[in-house]
């Protein structure tokens, strides 16, 4: 059974940092493209970051880029989601997902094979 589990969400000051994990389990994680995505109240889900499988190549969105970074570790088959510099604005579900290469399509779009739940990030002003 496939399993995408986040956590490390909470709630954090302006300027604060977080880092979210995602473990997955039940497939062959190492084949897989992943990415982060966050949904705020009342909007639509938003890319946020994608690595390769080997983590080599990440994407972040502009948005957040040079203040989010993704990463994963394949022996440990987690993705992370490291987040400096908070902003109210970043308040939202953050969730996990991958993709196989033959159904790719690209990072930003949400033709995933798999979704975790999310966790929740809270930012305080």
């Known amino acids: 059974q496939v399993h995408l589990v986040e956590s490390g969400g909470g709630l954090v000051q302006v300027g604060g940092s977080l880092r979210l994990s995602c473990a997955a389990s039940g497939f062959t994680f190492t084949t897989y493209m992943v990415a982060w995505f966050r949904q705020a109240p009342g909007k639509e889900r938003e890319f946020v970051a994608g690595s390769s499988r080997t983590g080599g190549i990440t994407y972040a969105a502009d948005v957040v880029k040079g203040r989010f970074t993704i990463s994963r570790d394949n022996a440990k088959i987690t993705v992370y989601l490291q987040i400096n510099s908070l902003k109210p604005e970043d308040t939202a579900v953050y969730s996990c997902?991958?993709?196989?290469?033959?159904?790719?399509?690209?990072?930003?779009?949400?033709?995933?094979?798999?979704w975790g739940r999310g966790t929740q990030v809270t930012v305080s002003s």
């Open positions: 997902a991958a993709v196989r290469p033959e159904s790719f399509v690209g990072y930003r779009t949400t033709r995933y094979d798999y």
